[in-house]
């Protein structure tokens, strides 16, 4: 099981950056493809990015294509998310999420493909 604490989050304008980190220990973080998840007010959760276990492939929800970039050190068992051109319908709490398989071949859009999740860290963006 791979243990994941999320931070980073916090009250910005519309317009504005946030970069979130999520730092990972226990099991392996160098084989797992990992993602980042949020879930709005009264809403399902939803994928918002997600990147290889070896960093080379990543994939981004429509909604936050060019304004959101996911990066991973894995010498630092961290993944980030940088959040730029913030906007109100991007707040949420968001979740880091590492792969049960080992070596994905792509990145899953599907969280039940993800076996372990940190508590979440909130986001929240004013007009």
């Known amino acids: 099981q791979m243990q994941l604490v999320e931070s980073g989050g916090g009250l910005v304008q519309a317009g504005g950056s946030l970069r979130l980190s999520c730092a990972a220990s226990?099991?392996?973080?160098?084989?797992?493809?990992m993602a980042w998840f949020r879930q709005g007010p009264g809403k399902e959760r939803e994928f918002v990015a997600g990147?290889?276990?070896?960093?080379?492939?990543?994939s981004y929800a429509d909604s936050v294509k060019g304004r959101f970039t996911i990066s991973r050190d894995n010498a630092k068992n961290t993944v980030y998310l940088q959040m730029n051109s913030l906007k109100p319908e991007d707040t949420a709490v968001y979740y880091c999420?590492?792969?049960?398989?080992?070596?994905?071949?792509?990145?899953?859009?599907?969280?039940?493909?993800?076996?372990?999740w940190g508590q979440g860290t909130q986001v929240t963006v004013s007009s």
């Open positions: 999420a590492a792969e049960n398989a080992r070596f994905s071949t792509y990145v899953s859009r599907d969280e039940a493909t993800y076996h372990d």
């Open positions: 226990g099991r392996s973080f160098s084989t797992q493809s």
């Open positions: 990147i290889r276990w070896s960093g080379g492939i990543t």
